[in-house]
Nanobody
Framework: QVQLVESGGGSVQPGGSLRLSCAAS????????MGWYRQAPGKQRELVAS???????NYAKFVKGRFTISRDSAKNTVYLQLNSLKPEDTAVYYC?????????????WGQGTQVTVSS
């Protein structure tokens, strides 16, 4: 079992920045692939970025160098730095932990944190 607690969402003007954090707890949390997803109103949840224990990252195409995912293994915490935010980035952002071998069986979600980009 892995528990995920997110923080760092909020409201920001276009072009602004936010940093999301996700603290993971559980004896095996450190081996999981950690990711950030988002869901805008009326849209499906989509992957934003993910990071493996070895530091290998994967980004959605719409990120285009604006976001950076990182991981502090000592703290079991994953971060998502959001820069150059646009109104279309407005969504609830969810932290995800997926088992590297059995993701269909062991996948966990945080409660979500709202990011609003508006002038």
């Amino acid at each position: 079992q892995v528990q995920l607690v997110e923080s760092g969402g909020g409201s920001v003007q276009p072009g602004g920045s936010l940093r999301l954090s996700c603290a993971a707890s559980g004896s095996s949390a450190r081996i999981y692939i950690m990711g950030w997803y988002r869901q805008a109103p009326g849209k499906q949840r989509e992957l934003v970025a993910s990071i493996r224990t070895g530091g290998i990252t994967n980004y959605a195409k719409f990120v285009k160098g604006r976001f950076t995912i990182s991981r502090d293994s000592a703290k079991n915490t994953v971060y998502l730095q959001l820069n150059s935010l646009k109104p279309e980035d407005t969504a609830v952002y969810y932290c995800n932990a997926a088992h590297p071998v059995l993701p269909e069986r062991y996948t966990y979600w945080g409660q979500g944190t709202q990011v609003t980009v508006s002038s």
